[in-house]
């Protein structure tokens, strides 16, 4: 008869197992990844050790306030941005080694890009198959036309293929810009904001075409937004505070006691390769915890305590005025 390993064991076995390099299996992974813009003598740190993992054909939402990093951390997995320090890889590209032309055909063939304005994403003179074309002539595909209807099908649009950007409507504009961004079969999309300039209506159209394509096409796909109707149907949203990944939303189907399916979310603050965790705002604020915190271990868990002997109360403060 085999003896059952002991807690001790297990825990022994579980310390020297082989385990997979960070990121291994992801088709997107960030490793400390920093961004410091310089302008005139000023530097401004974007983003300031940002980890994040994505598996192949996730669709994340990335949320957080204006100026934390979301549209740096997006142009910089797009190619278009290269990164101060740290590690970005991408579909097997690693962003940080790429010569100038590696960049061009990686935005090209490897990543499709969805702007919040779509002006940006669309050129006016040309109707909407000839926009959707565009890449894939830069590309040579041949059979594009025939492509590029299919694509316009797949959006819903394949009643206005020969409208330009003016003669369609904003959610139309951008149902147009997805098939662009899909043009060259690419590996992951991005979408910064996609929806931030429609209303609620246009915006639920856009994001089920944005859900069916990450569904039916196993396409990965990251998008940024601050629609709560994007990050209450996706089942992982990300959240960026000051330049890093701080808290993650995991979203579940469960079953309910009537047998009903119920959608569970729970959150958890992230613990980065070195340890490090952000504390939520509010804690910080309702605990009035400053600089020095204490820190202690329990058999499951472990506890954060105000350092309360240099601890300021509001009242205090204001004694001190
Ligand atoms: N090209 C640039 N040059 C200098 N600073 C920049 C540049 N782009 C962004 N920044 C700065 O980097 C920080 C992060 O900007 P970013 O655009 O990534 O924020 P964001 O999270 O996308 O905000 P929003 O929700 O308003 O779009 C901001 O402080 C911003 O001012
Ligand atoms: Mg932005």
């Known amino acids: 008869m085999t003896e059952t390993p002991s807690f001790w064991e297990l825990q022994q076995q579980a310390a020297t197992r082989p385990r997979p390099a960070y990121g291994s299996n ?78 061009t055909d990686y935005r090209l063939n490897t990543i499709g890009f969805i702007w919040q304005q779509s002006a940006r994403n669309l050129f006016p003179y040309l109707s909407a198959i000839d926009n959707v074309q565009m890449p894939m002539i830069l590309q040579g595909t041949s059979q594009r036309r025939t492509r590029a209807g299919e694509l316009l099908e797949l959006v819903d649009l394949g009643d206005r293929i020969t409208h330009r950007p003016s003669e369609l409507s904003g959610g139309e504009q951008q149902r147009v810009a997805i098939a662009v961004a899909l043009a060259n079969s690419p590996e ?20 089920r075409v944005l859900r069916n394509v990450n569904k039916d096409l196993g396409v990965t796909l990251v998008v940024v937004t601050h629609d709560p109707l994007v990050t209450e149907h996706v089942s992982r949203t990300v959240a960026i505070r000051d330049g890093r ?56 868990h472990a506890n954060v305590w105000p350092d309360r002997d240099n601890i300021v109360t509001p009242d205090a403060e204001e004694e001190e005025q």
């Open 188 to 207: 992951v999309l991005l979408a910064d904001e996609p929806t931030g300039e429609l209303d609620t209506m246009t915006s639920n159209d856009v994001f």
């Open 245 to 300: 990944t701080s808290t993650e939303t995991v979203r579940a189907t469960q079953l309910d006691a009537a047998g009903k399916h119920q959608t569970v979310a729970e959150e958890f603050v992230i613990l980065d390769r070195t340890g490090r965790l952000q504390l939520p705002e509010h804690y910080v604020e309702e605990l009035h915890l400053q600089r020095l915190v204490r820190l202690t271990l329990d058999d499951d």
């Open 26 to 103: 992801s088709i997107i992974a960030c490793d400390n990844l920093v961004k410091i813009y310089e302008i005139a003598d000023l530097q401004v740190v974007a983003l300031q050790g940002l980890d994040l993992l994505v598996d192949p054909g996730e669709l994340v939402a990335i949320v957080g306030s204006s100026g934390s990093g979301k549209s740096t951390l997006l142009n910089i997995l797009g190619g278009l941005d290269a990164p101060s320090a740290g590690k970005a890889t991408v579909a097997g590209h690693d962003l940080m080694a790429m010569s100038g032309k590696d960049r």
